[in-house]
Each structure stands twice: as C-alpha cells, then as structure tokens.
C-alpha cells in the first residue's frame, strides 16, 4: 500500500473511529471525509488504506466512495469551486454562473456527469462542481471556493472571483 | 375450529395459519403456499433478505378491517395475529408494474438467452401478468461488454437487474467481497474488484454468484442455469472431506454442469470451484479405457478376462511361493465405501493377509490413531453445523480456505460475525485476517506450544474439574507433566511469546463453547498422533466435549478418508475397527466372510515399500494410488516398485506408478459409479453415477467383485445397495444404514436402527468410558537434528485451491489455466540473505535430493521457513522430502523438511524446467 497517511491525521483518524464502537462500518464515512480533505481526492490506495484500518474488504469502501458523488475519485484543480444548482439558486442565475466560471477558467462544462460532477481546468488550477444546495438559499446564487462561502455572486463577476484566486 | 393462539399464528388471505419464530412474511407464505405463490426477484433462500426489488409487495393489517400499509415480504418480520393480503388489486398492479419497469432495461431476446426458460425475471413476468411493456423505449444498459476473461466465470451485465444477489453470495455465502454495486440510481452497476475483470480480481471461482443470479448476468462457461440437460443426478464432490452435495446435469450421457442442491445440509447452494466446475477431467482423451498388461517391457491392450486371468495365475502362483503375506493392497481414500470395503475383504478373505492399508497413512492415520487413544473413536466428535453454535475457534494446522473451501467459508463468516478465533499455524494463512489470535509457531513444535497452551488453561485455574473428574482419567500424569514444563524453552523453540498463548488458551477456555479444527499441519510431523493426543486434552480440561459447538474435528483431506478407515482398510483393524489380533474379533471376520483371516497385523504402507525392496512383498495391488508422486522419498518409492515380481494398479489415468504396473486397470470416476462418501463430520452420504462408465472402462468397486469372483470367492456381483447392506452387518456403526434410508442428506455414524444418526458423539460417556489424559515432553523431529546444522532452513508443504493432491485431475480441467505452477514462498529477509528477488529460480536442496521452484518473496511465512505446495510432480518436490514418519503411525513428516537454498537464475530464464504457459491445453506430461 503505497498511501502515507501523514501522523496528525492518522492520529484524527483513530480518534474519530472511536465514536463508532458498534459498528467499524460505520465510520468508514468520516475516515474517507478526512482522507478527502486531506488529499483531495480518494484514491485506490486510499480505499485499500482505510478498508485496512477498519477491518474491512476494500470494496466495502469503495462502494461507499461511489455511491455519494461528494467523493472524488481523482484529483481536482489546485482551488475547487463548489457551485449550488437547487431551485433558488438555480432561479437567481447559478446555470448562468458556472457557465461564466467555467468560460473563464478554461474548463470543458460537458465532462462534468452525475457520477463525475466536476470538471478540470488544462492547467490544472481550477475545477468547478454543480452541487446540491449550499444551505444559503436566501443569499442565491451562492458557491464555495474551498471552504470559502461566495453570496449573491452575479454571474458577470465570474472572471473577478477567479482572480482573487489566482 | 382452529383456536387462535397469539403467539403462534397469523391470518394468510384470510385464513389463520401457524408461523415459527423469526419467520418473514415470505417465509410464512413460502412455508403454506409454496416458493413463488408470492413473486419475488432479489430474494433467495440461500441469502440474508435484503428488500431491494419490492416484487414481493403484500399488504397487511393489523386487524381484519384495520387500515393496510404495503410491505415488502421479504423483509419484514411477521407479527402475531397480522392479517397478510398477498393478492389484492393493489399490490398486483403495484407488481406489474415494477416487473415492467425492470423489463423497459432488459434485452428482449429471451429466445436466445442461455437461461431461456430457467430466468426468474422471466417466470416473474409471466407470473404477475405482463403481456407487453408499455413504456418507450429510453435510456438503457443494452449495449455493456461482456466479460469472458476468466476461465470458468462469466459476465453480460446487459443483463443485469441490479438485484445485488451475486453480490450478496460473494460476501455471505462465500465471504470473497468481489462483487459490489458501484454508483447509484441510474449508473448503479455491478463491479468486480476495482471495476476490473473477473480474471484480474480476487474472485476465487465458487460460484456461488452465478448460481444466485436469478437471470444470465452473471453465469460460467458451462451456462449451469440453462435447461439443455434432461437429467440431473444428486451426489457428492470427490474433492475433500467437506462433502459438498451435487447435482449433475446431463444429456445423451455427458455431464453438462454442476450445481450446488439448495437443500444440502452440508453445502447449501454452495461449493468451491473444484466441485463445481472441475469436472471435466472425466472424459479427457487421457483416460484409460483397456485393461494393459507389461509384456516385454510394454503395455498391450488386452480384454477384461484376459487381464483377471493373468492376475489370477500370478498372484495364486506368488502366493502358493511366498505365502499370503508376500502379498499386500492399498486401497483409496477417494474410492467409495463399498469399495473400500470390499477391497480389504479381498486381500484379507481372498488372499489371506492383512497386508492392506490406504493413503490415510499419508495424511489423518495419526487423528485416528491419537483420537482412538484419547476417546475411543477416530473422528470428529461435532459436525461443521456447530459452527453455528459455537462461540471460539481454533484452528491447528489447517488452511480451511484452500483445503476445505466449503467449511472454510463458514468458518471465515462466523469469524466475520464476532466469533473469535485463534489460528496455530506457522503461515500467516488467509483465515489469519479474521483471526483474533495467531500463533506463529515454527514448523514442528505443535507439542511444545499446545503444551503451553494446556498449561496457561491450567495456571489461570480455568480446567473444568468437574468434567475432568466425572469424565476422564490420568488427569494427574498430565497434570504432573505440565506442571514440569520449562516456558522458557518452549518460547524458544516455537518463537512464539508466551503472553500470546496464554491469551489465546484463555479465550479458548472462557468460552462457553469452544470447537477446534485440525489438518494436516497437526498430523503429517513426527509427533502426529501426540499433538492429536494433545488436542483432545485440550477439549477434555476444558469440558469442550458433548454438546453442540465444541469438540475436536479434524478437516480431514480426501473425500472418503474417513471412509477407508472405517472400512477396514488399515492393517491392525478390520472393517468397524475390530483388532484383528484380537481372537475372537478374528473369529468374528472369519465367519462373517466364511474365509480363514489372518490374526497378525499387517503391513503400513512405508513397510510395505520396504518389504519389497528387501524382497519379502512379491505383488502389491494398488487402488486409485499415485505413490510415486505423492508419497516421500520418491526415489525409494520408485526402487521399491521395481523391487516388485506383481504390481496391479486400477487406475483412471497412466500415472507415474501405473507405468510401473504389470497389469493396468481402467477404473471409473466418482462421476460414473454409484456407492457412498462418508466425510470428515462422519456424514455417510450417497454417490450416485451421474453417467455411465466409460466405455471400457469398470467401477472399482465392480473390478475388485470380479477379481474376487475369478479367484473363486461367491462374491455377488457390484450394487452400492447390496455391498452396503453387506456392511451394515459387520460394521457396528452402520448398523441402521440402508441406501433408501440414508436419504438426500446422509447419515452421520453411528448410525442407529431405523436410519437414526448421530450428529454429535460423546454425549455422556466417551466410547472408551473415561477419556483419557496423555502428557508428552516435545522432541526436535529427527530431521532437524540431523540435517538441522547442515540444512538451516525448514520446508514446510501445503496446498492450494485450485488443485488436488498432485493435480492428476484437476490439471486436465480449466483449473491448471487459475494457477500454472508450484512456487516457493520466502521471507523478505531471507530472500535478501541469499539475493533472491521474486520470481526467480530457486534451487531448494536437502540431504535427499534437489528441486527447481520460483520464488515468491512474502512476510506470510516468518524467517528461517520455507513454503511449498506440491501439486506439479513434474517439479518434484517429493525429491527432498523426508523418510522420517510420525513414531505412532508411520504418517510422514510432509510439513518439516531441513532444506538450505540459493538463486540459481532470474525468472525470465527457464532453468530446465518446463514453466506451464497459461492457456496451454490441459494435457500433462506424461
Ligand atoms: S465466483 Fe465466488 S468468489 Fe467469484 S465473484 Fe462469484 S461468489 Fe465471489
Ligand atoms: S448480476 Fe445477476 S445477481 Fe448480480 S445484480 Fe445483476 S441480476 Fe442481480
Ligand atoms: S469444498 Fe470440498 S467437497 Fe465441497 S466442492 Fe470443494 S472440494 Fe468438493
Ligand atoms: S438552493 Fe442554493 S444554497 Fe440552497
Ligand atoms: S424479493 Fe422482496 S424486495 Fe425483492
């Protein structure tokens, strides 16, 4: 297994899964949030890792990882932007919005599917994902670039945000 | 008038019925109506429910006029007193419709679908009405690959219904976790490994996936679900000692596939690939058809008659010369019954010796032997069902994954559960994962550890005295000798802490019900028989004995080992292991085959192949036995062979001791005769030809009737039913056996008057009265000591899934395209030591001889041991293996040879050996 778990996550890691003490299963959820944010994405190595630290089979993992399209399976760009699609966002121009980002990142809009909602930039610095709803209804259309939460974002200033990210 | 009890009954369509506990509503139904009164499409009798589909919708009321919700059956626990409406508007339109749905991504082309006929969608669909799909046609999943990579599975998932079945059977049934369902809604499909082929996954080729899904998605190359065959025979595997059931389909005389009978108490719809798939060695262009006799230096074709008189003139004429005891059989441990039987009643009744023995000797003589000394009886106490019962395993020297599939899952999915288990072996064997405690001993110190283990039970004050005390005897001997042990030593000989083995003896003895399995890692040493001793100990201190779930159960190698014993093919008992030095037991044999016998224990195997190399055994007689490759020492073995004036071998393949023979036999396989398999859990269960013999060729059972007739016996001629009869009058176990009565399922022996057997033995008393307590200090093995300086490294041997013994059947089979060779296994330190790398030659050599292997370098086995199988005789590995036996048994010490190695070359080079390429035709070198 060639996944090096850096010591302060593993350490979070294994004091996370002592909140499941029923079930091993049940944390494999948490452990794949932290891997994910951690490196990004989840990879081979990394379901095998955590099936490994749960006591499981690997594809009791990676069934996990496919069913919820939060999960990345490959990398994502440098700065990844999380775009919300539900009703109010939808209705205030968030379709206009990714559009305008994806225009200025570079980024091909058709590669994005269900199972794959994101997509890349060439150069690797952006990816955009048309996600579920952000919790910020009121404040539409929104994103989150990173952890960072964008209100009322008018789809015209796509290429400012960017920027401010670049 | 039915009184309604409310614990006990509910109202189906009205009408009040009975339930058991723990009852779904399906199974209600099923129970009272039949399997597919209510349709279903992800259920199967062999999986947990699961409530994926909604086929099998029911409404039901609490009260008759009680407002009605809509359930799934399947999955829904029945409740006293409820009111299931499993007919109504409601839930058949509701049914119609998801069948339709499921039909708008399905290819219509059912006439040319390998399941035609056979699909459950199919007959759901007719069941619940659908005439025409109403739908147009959208989005689909018509046009997926198919994957026809791997030599037995298949897979169309165009097919597919995303009904998780196949899934289901790979992690409950067989407990491999290749199969998942990937994504979800729309994109949900179903996946092996990391989405890769079947060929490149994990999967082992049970399948049990194939024969859980309901339509053709997943299947094997022998399309198994279709419905060519007009006939199908139930028998049993003749693989292992598990005793997998199975049911032969067959057309115009040739088996088409195997599958797994649903009502199987051992195997329930399942079975390894060897059973299932492995079976088509039996018509193979190898297969002897002609009896041959050695003239001038080689074989000529003769006729059946031919051959029996030439037997007949030698060995009357060798017997007149030297006497009965120039004259010696050895019978098979793969044979049936019956024919076991009645070949140790030729050599002992007809020929007058009791010169006979089987290939047991090689593998469980030492479990019979040692387990007689402690209980009275040589086999296993509990049956492989226990494993329900159970609340601690141990497993000694067995790799049940591989050499017991069948029970090695079960064992794996109890692990799986909870139920913890300790693992003695030198191997870090697949069942470790789920293991709770593994202790890693070095090959050949089984004595000294369980030792320590008995000693840790007896210093943490956990012996059962009561049990002990009422029970048993010599309780203070054994007492006395652990009480003298030195720990220290032990440490160092079986490198294994002593923390670990006192937390592993407590587990074992805290637990309300502990049940160990042994193998051949306990046996095949030269303190086989006294770590057996020792085991039994073990479940003696601890009151492990008698009651479901606990109880000493080797996992005996061959399918009918335990048969051959119990026949009488052993030289010191007879048939029902009376002593045949015993007089009056002497008496008893004689009237019974109206013949005089002999009252001198025989001959063992390894003494027979001395007797003829010192002259005194003139014409041996070999049932189904390769010695020459699967016997030790092979270059003695070939000498002795040599050494013979008569050599007879009934045989269904030229193997390397037939070419020796001077008269060859073309004996049937288990396919083509009928008769019975008794297997490691005592279960006697019935063969049944599925096909005829080939033509040319005779069932063993009816060659060694015909011998015997020729030889001027009245001998009546072969029937399983009439030779088992024959049985149940001598053999006191077999008492209450008929063939009618032996049913389906077998009987496991004892079997009482009236078909009654016995699943667990030992209930109040041990057959001997009181078991008894045996202490023995550990011993270096002679090997060790001798060439131990010399030849630093210890060999230990062991076997895979794919293969059988030295691969004579299942190399002619798609088995030999899984796996292609022996290699053997290094530690990673050892490996750097002597600059080995993986994949490269390796020349192992002991003070015997040489082999050839490539190397696989793993932490698996610790440092200082060396791993093998020996299922490729061609690399004969048998070369450097040893003469030393087990002290009791004459069994041989397979599993400790002292070897030293070096690199003799990179993998890429061929090093004079022949490297099997994948895919070549299964043909072996003859
Ligand atoms: S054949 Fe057996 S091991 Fe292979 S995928 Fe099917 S159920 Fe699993
Ligand atoms: S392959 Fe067969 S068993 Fe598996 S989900 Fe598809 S239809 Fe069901
Ligand atoms: S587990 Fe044994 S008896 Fe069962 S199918 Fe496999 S080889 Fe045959
Ligand atoms: S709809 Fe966009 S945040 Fe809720
Ligand atoms: S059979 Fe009950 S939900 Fe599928």
Redesign the pocket.
Known sequence: MSLSVPADIEKEIDERITHYPVSRRSAVLPVLHILQRHFRFLSEDAVSWTAAKLGLEPIQVLEVVTFYPGFRQEAPGKVHIRVCRTLSCAMAGSYELLDNLCQAAGIDASRMGHHHPFAVSKDGRFSIEFVECLASCGSAPVCLVEDELHERVSPETAPDLLARYS | MVTLNPTTHAYLDGQLLAFQPGDTILKFVDRHKGRGFVPTLCDAPQLDPYGACRVCSVEVALKEDGPRRVVASCHTPLSAGMHVHTQTQKVQKLRRNIVELVLTDHPLDCLTCEVNGNCELQTVAAKVGIRKVRYPEGKNHLNRQKDLSHPY?TSDLSKCINCSR?VR??DE??G?F??SMHGRGFDARII?GFDTS?ED??????????QACPTSA?SDIFQSKAIVATEKTRTICTYCGVGCNLDVATKNNEVLSIQAPLDAEVNFAHTC?KGRYAFRFYNHPDRLRKPLIRTNGHFEEVTWEQAYAHIVENLTRIRAEYGPDSIAGISSARCTNEENYLMQKFIRAVIGTNNIDCCARVCHSPTAFGMQQSFGTGAATNSVEDLQHTQCILVIGANPTEGHPVTGAKIKQRAMKGVPLIVIDPREIEIVKYAKHHLQLRPGTNVALLNMFAYFILEGGMVDRDFVGSRCENWSEFEAGLRSLDLDQIEEVTGVPREKVRAAATEYAESPASMSFHGLGVTEHSMGAKTVMLIANLAMMTGNIGRPGVGVNPLRGQNNVQGAADMGCQPHQGAGYMRVNDPAMQRLYQDFYGMPVSGEIGLKIPEMFEAARNGRLKALWLMGEDVVQTDPNSEAVKESMNALDFLVVQEIFMTETAKFANVILPAASFLEKSGTFTNAERRVQRVNAAVPPLEGTKPDGQIICEIMQHMGYPQADYTADGVLEEISRVVPFFKGATWEGLGDNGKQWPVKEGNVGTPIMHLDSFKRGLGKFHFFAWQESQEVLEHGLEFPYILTTGRLLEHYNCGTMTRRTGNADIVVEDVVVINPADAAKKGVTGGDWVRLFSARGEVRLRSRISEEVKPGVIYTTFHFPEHLVNNITSDVHDSDTLCPEYKVVAIDFERVGSGDEPAGLPIREKGRAHTLPV
Request: include cysteine; proline fraction near 0%.
């Open positions: 599975m196949c059977a790979c049934v067989q491999q290749v199969l092996k079947f996954s994990e999967c082992v080729s049970c399948g049990a996936c194939s997943i690939l």
